[in-house]
C-alpha cells in the first residue's frame, strides 16, 4: 500500500542532499567567500534582490526586496572558522518543512567543499528535483567566485576575519580635564 498523497501531489518525508566541490585555494579564501554569499549565491525569489548572511550564530541568511520586504532563508546555528557553517530552517520551502544544511571545508592540497542538506517535511517531485540541481549550480557558483584573487584589505571592521563593509570607532569617553568639579556650579 502506497504512502497518501498530501494537497497537490505533496509527500511528507525526507529529502536528502549531498554534493562536494573540489576548489583549487586555501581553505581560509573559500570560507571568507562563501560567507559573502552576495558575490557568488545564484539563486533569488525575485530578480534584482540582495541576498546576505550574517557571519554569527543567530546570523540571517535572507534576501531582500527593499522597502522592508523580503525572505528568510534561515539562521546560522553554527560556525567554526574556516571550517563548518550551518544554516538551519525553511531555505524557500513552503508548507511544514524543517531544513539545515551543513557546508564542511577540508584541505587536501586544495580545498573539499562539502555540501548535505536534510529536509523533512511536506515536499513534491518538483521541488526535490529544484533543490538537486540547485545545490549543483551554487556550488559551482562558489568555485567560480573562489577563482577570483582575495580582496586587498581595507579599512573596515573585521570579525573573526570577514570585513562586514564599515568601520567600527572605540566609544569616546568625556575628557576628565574637561569635567566639572564636584560641587562646582555649572550653568544651565
Not at 47 to 69: H, Q, T
Amino acid at each position: 500500500m502506497g504512502q497518501p498523497k498530501g494537497a497537490g501531489g505533496v509527500l511528507p518525508g525526507r529529502l536528502e542532499i549531498r554534493k562536494q566541490v573540489r576548489i583549487e585555494a586555501s581553505r581560509e579564501h573559500v570560507f571568507e567567500t562563501l560567507l559573502r554569499v552576495s558575490e557568488w549565491w545564484p539563486h533569488r525569489l525575485r530578480s534584482g534582490s540582495a541576498v546576505s548572511l550574517e557571519p554569527w550564530v543567530g546570523g540571517r541568511f535572507m534576501e531582500d526586496w527593499g522597502g522592508e520586504s523580503g525572505a528568510l532563508y534561515g539562521f546560522v546555528t553554527f560556525i567554526e572558522r574556516p571550517a563548518a557553517l550551518v544554516v538551519s530552517r525553511p531555505m524557500g520551502m513552503q508548507g511544514a518543512a524543517a531544513s539545515a544544511w551543513t557546508i564542511e571545508l577540508d584541505a587536501e592540497g586544495a580545498t573539499v567543499v562539502r555540501i548535505h542538506h536534510s529536509w523533512c517535511g511536506e515536499v513534491d517531485a518538483e521541488t526535490r528535483r529544484a533543490y538537486a540541481t540547485g545545490w549543483d549550480e551554487g556550488l559551482a557558483a562558489l568555485q567560480e567566485a573562489c577563482a577570483k584573487p582575495a580582496r586587498p584589505e581595507s579599512p573596515t571592521h573585521r570579525m573573526g576575519g570577514l570585513s562586514l563593509g564599515y568601520t567600527i570607532s572605540p566609544p569616546r569617553l568625556p575628557d576628565p580635564s574637561h569635567q566639572p568639579r564636584a560641587g562646582a556650579h555649572t550653568p544651565a
